[in-house]
């Protein structure tokens, strides 16, 4: 009786076991699914911006003056809107300021972004010449990178591109070698 008792403990605390590592394992994969959910979503909208900016920049070329381009220089913010943190990150550097606009809630919902309005804590920030869109409180991408451009979306780390450029070159040389093997072949079987 007691070697059953026995036996029946250790199933059942080997069964405990078996549930708490699947539950955490559920829970790790859920968690990582609803982040990269969002980081899509943040995408998304990042490019949605990029398309009203470029809708928005079109109609100022036809007539800029009942067109103008909306938000506010960053050479020129006013003195509510504070992003000294972000500046200090140095994504736009000084130089550039000039030809980027910072997208407060008015200005998104003058180019027909009203959907964004307190949907995310940061700022858009946009250059209309070249279309770049930029997001103040950034996201960490698929690779595990911070992001915080448009032009950033499958930003990979050093190390990463690294061994990409490498495959890349061996794919380039295996390809290099079999056209110089079949040209050859070709040679000798013309003779």
């Known amino acids: 009786m007691k070697q059953k008792v026995g036996k029946s403990s250790v199933k059942l605390v080997i069964g405990i076991v078996v549930i708490i590592i699947a539950v955490i394992g559920i829970v790790q994969y859920a968690k990582y699914y609803i982040n990269k ?3 899509k979503n943040l995408q998304a ?4 911006v990029q398309a009203k900016v470029e809708i928005a920049k079109a109609n100022n070329n036809m007539n800029k003056e009942e067109n103008p381009l909306r938000g506010y220089q960053l050479a020129q913010l006013p003195e509510e809107i504070n992003i000294t943190e972000f500046l200090e990150k140095n994504v736009v550097s000084q130089d550039e300021y000039e030809k980027f606009y910072l997208l407060d809630s008015a200005s998104l919902e003058q180019i027909g972004l ?3 309005v307190n949907k995310y804590p940061g700022y858009f920030i946009v ?4 279309y770049e869109v ?3 409180e950034g996201y960490e991408n698929e690779n595990k990178m911070w992001c915080y451009k448009i032009s950033d979306l499958h930003k990979m780390p050093e190390n990463k591109k690294i061994e990409g450029n490498q495959n890349e070159q061996v794919n380039e040389e295996n390809t290099e070698n079999t056209e110089n093997t079949e ?5 000798e079987n013309q003779e």
């Open 183 to 187: 040209n050859t072949e070709s040679e």
């Open 114 to 116: 009203q959907e964004l």
């Open 134 to 136: 930029i997001y103040t």
């Open 127 to 130: 250059n209309y010449d070249n």
């Open 37 to 39: 959910e969002k980081v």
């Open 45 to 48: 909208d990042i490019l949605l």
